[in-house]
């Protein structure tokens, strides 16, 4: 079973950081590209960044670009994401997600972790 | 950027069939997939690249596409489909766009 589950989320002051990690487990995480969303409680959707299996190809969202940074460590499983000069308006559930690639769909989702700024 | 486009809301009867629409431009020539949340929960895949169904999603649930919307069908709806659903594409400018999600009241 694909299991997914984030960590990392809290409360932080305006202009810190915060770095969210995602475990994953029941699949061959190193082959799989990973994907961080967001969402506003009440809100819509919003991707935020991309990153495939051997960490040579990365995406940002405009919204986070320069200020978060996706990295994985396959060895470990985990997924992470590393969020810099916070804003208010960062406030939301953050899930980690598996997508097969840029264009695909997104497959499977961790039960989010919530980040208050 | 690139914007998909959907109603905010809609309600169907038990039994009945929901179409739920997303509009974005020229996206007859793109890939849409469709995603359910339910409160409280992470979003679940329902239908990919236009039309195919998601492992463990009713045969109930099917998707098209054509000109400029993309539409996911649920036929013989149930109390349990009531959930938002939202569209999503990936543009080669724009990255990953959701549509604005639409809620399905039973």
């Known amino acids: 079973e694909v299991r997914l589950v984030e960590s990392g989320g809290g409360l932080v002051q305006p202009g810190g950081s915060l770095r969210l990690s995602c475990e994953a487990s029941g699949f061959t995480f190193r082959s799989n590209s990973m994907t961080w969303v967001r969402q506003v409680p009440g809100k819509g959707l919003e991707w935020l960044s991309y990153i495939n299996g051997g960490s040579t190809t990365v995406f940002y969202a405009g919204s986070v670009k320069g200020r978060f940074s996706i990295s994985r460590d396959n060895p470990k499983q985990s997924l992470y994401l590393q969020m810099n000069s916070l804003r208010v308006e960062d406030t939301a559930v953050y899930y980690c997600?598996?997508?097969?690639?840029?264009?695909?769909?997104?497959?499977?989702w961790g039960p989010g972790t919530l980040v208050t700024v | 950027s690139y914007v998909l486009t959907q109603s905010s809301s809609g309600s169907v009867a038990p039994g009945q069939t929901a179409t739920i629409s997303c509009e974005g431009q020229n996206l007859g020539s793109k890939v849409v997939h469709w995603y359910q949340q339910k409160p409280g929960q992470a979003p679940v895949l329902v239908v990919y690249d236009n039309i195919g169904r998601a492992s463990g999603i009713p045969e109930r649930f099917s998707g098209s596409i054509s000109g400029n919307t993309a539409t996911l069908t649920i036929t013989r709806v149930e109390a349990g489909d009531e959930a938002d659903y939202f569209c999503?594409?990936?543009?080669?400018?724009?990255?990953?766009?959701f549509g604005g999600g639409t809620k399905l009241t039973v």
């Open positions: 999503q594409m990936w543009d080669s400018i724009n990255d990953v766009v």
């Open positions: 997600a598996r997508q097969s690639g840029i264009a695909a769909a997104i497959d499977a």
